[in-house]
């Protein structure tokens, strides 16, 4: 079946420590997503990609990376030099156009500072 | 900034009964979805509405969309405990462009009792 795949389900971070966030998806969508979720807010977007090696910064980018080497992926770095990066990520995905498509969703990253 | 935002923030009802949220926005859209998550997943798209659509059903879903107001209404009918998630509204605001980006509101919260 076709989807979107996010791992891990859980990370931790130490202080200082850069990781990365896996996204993966066999729905031959062309654009990506990646959001942000704190508890009693919404989603904020991080960055977004429309076509492989091209992504654009979305409202809170800052401390954050990501790379588009394949249509399937697009992996999302939390460095050190983001301040607060304990939150709920979740990854997207949809197909490119006039944007009269739903977004389809992976599980998401549920990412902890210790 | 925020472009959707949902009313209310929480609703709670017994099984059988219609759960309706509201969703509010700011500017001009091409098109307005609602989506459901569950505690701790990732988000599910439940029905999409374009702009020039004043309403769209979805088995026990309805959805109104009046561009005047600028405001949106999800019911639920006969809900069922299963029914228990967030809602959130989401606006593409794309304005011709090939990529769509979605605002998310902060969500309500629906609580179902047997």
């Known amino acids: 079946d076709g989807g979107i795949t996010q791992s891990p389900k859980y990370l931790f971070r ?3 420590q850069n990781v990365t966030l896996s996204c993966e998806q066999n729905l031959n969508h062309d654009a990506m997503y990646w959001y942000r979720q704190d508890p009693g807010q919404g989603l904020r977007l991080i960055y977004y990609s429309q076509i492989v090696n091209d992504f654009q910064k979305g409202d809170i980018a800052e401390g954050y990376s990501v790379s588009r080497e394949k249509k399937e992926s697009f992996p999302l770095t939390v460095t050190s030099a983001q301040k607060n990066p304990t939150a709920f990520y979740l990854c997207a995905s949809t197909h ?14 549920r990412l902890t500072v210790v | 900034s925020q472009q959707g935002e949902e009313d209310p923030q929480a609703l709670s009802i017994q099984e059988g009964e219609n759960a309706t949220m509201n969703c509010s926005y700011k500017t001009s859209i091409n098109n307005l979805q609602w989506y459901r998550q569950n505690s701790g997943r990732g988000l599910v ?36 405990a299963a029914d228990t998630a967030s ?23 629906l609580t179902v009792w047997p």
């Open chain 2, 87 to 109: 809602y959130f509204c989401a606006t593409d605001m794309n304005r011709g462009s090939t990529l769509g980006r979605l605002y998310f509101g902060r969500g309500t919260q």
């Open chain 1, 96 to 109: 490119a156009g006039t944007g009269n498509y739903g977004y389809t969703f992976g599980s998401g990253t």
């Open chain 1, 14 to 16: 130490k202080e200082g």
């Open chain 2, 45 to 80: 798209h439940l029905i999409l509405i374009r702009s020039n659509e004043r309403e769209k059903h979805s088995g026990r879903l309805r959805v109104t969309l009046d561009t005047s107001k600028k405001s949106s209404s999800l019911l639920i009918t006969a809900s069922r």
